[in-house]
């Protein structure tokens, strides 16, 4: 009886294992298609995002002051 129930948790655990080792890929979203340049003008000319996140926008959006 213990050898029946340690084959069968055995075969769970290798099934659980082998299900990870899938070739199948996420399918890729709209956003994540679009270039990381896109979606850094995009966000840029948000003025609600720029509102939210008014630090990033000045490290990576504001133009630098020329002298």
Do not use: F, H
């Not at 270039?35 to 509102?51: G, Q, V, Y």
């Amino acid at each position: 009886m213990r050898a029946v129930v340690l084959m069968l948790g055995l075969g769970v655990l290798a099934t659980m294992l082998a299900s990870g080792c899938s070739d199948d890929k996420p399918a890729a979203t709209a956003a994540s298609k679009a270039s990381s340049e896109e979606i850094l003008k995009r966000n840029c000319a948000d003025p609600k995002w720029r509102e939210q996140n008014l630090g990033l926008w000045y490290s990576v959006c504001r133009q630098p002051v020329r002298w």
